[in-house]
């Protein structure tokens, strides 16, 4: 059975400083979601990793795949009051329909 | 501008009721999902549809069913609410058997007395 977990799942962290989320998954999986939720909205795609060694970053945020591992991490620079969200990873299955979710980091950054 | 589209944001709900959640998309996906976010327990998969008329259950179909007549429409039913199905229902859409990236609907909060 396919599993993915998340650690931290609660992250509570000053502005400026740096830190990662780590997402680990259970079984081979060849495409890594990452996806951010906004208090009482709904989910919206941050990366999508594709092959080992995929490295993608959009602002203060840089997600990186290693299949091998069966890990992908979320690194966070210079974290801003605006990052506080939470953050899921998910896995799928290329010719599949099925995406596991882990059950989500909580961020939150203080001022 | 994509959009994945849920008819309600609020729902309130008794006990043995039927309960229809309807959710569109406009960006001719074929693939559409329903799932429900809990807690401590991330998404988890209810049904999801690859086709007109075409379903599968995912991880947790008990106490639910679905409907897609029209392939931009997918509704999730309750057959008969009951208050462990009071939770927050996400419907999410994708394009074709790539495994793409989903786009997901605003949410309805679903609460059961």
């Known amino acids: 059975e396919l599993k993915v977990e998340q650690n931290p799942l609660f992250l509570s962290m000053q502005e400026g400083k740096n830190y990662t989320i780590y997402c680990n998954y259970s079984t081979t999986s060849d495409r890594l979601y990452w996806y951010r939720q906004d208090p009482g909205k709904s989910l919206e795609s941050l990366f999508v990793l594709l092959s080992n060694g995929a490295v993608k970053q959009e602002g203060r945020l840089m997600a990186s795949l290693d299949t091998k591992a069966r890990l992908s991490t979320l690194h966070i620079t210079a974290a801003v009051h605006d990052l506080s969200a939470t953050y899921f990873c998910a896995v799928s299955t290329s010719g599949t329909y099925k995406y596991i979710f882990g059950t989500g980091t909580r961020l939150k950054v203080l001022a | 501008d994509v959009k994945v589209t849920q008819s309600s944001r609020y729902l309130v709900k008794r006990t043995g009721e039927k309960v229809f959640l309807e959710c569109v998309q406009d960006m001719d996906h074929e693939n559409m999902f329903w799932y429900r976010q809990d807690p401590g327990l991330g998404l988890r998969l209810i049904y999801f549809?690859?086709?007109?008329?075409?379903?599968e259950k995912g991880d947790i179909p008990e106490g639910y069913s679905v409907s897609r007549e029209k392939k931009e429409r997918f509704s999730l039913i309750l057959e008969s609410a009951s208050t462990n199905q009071t939770s927050m229902y996400l419907c999410a859409s994708s394009p074709g058997l790539s495994s793409e990236k989903l786009f997901f609907g605003s949410g309805t909060q679903l609460s059961v007395l």
């Open positions: 549809s690859y086709d007109v008329k075409m379903k």
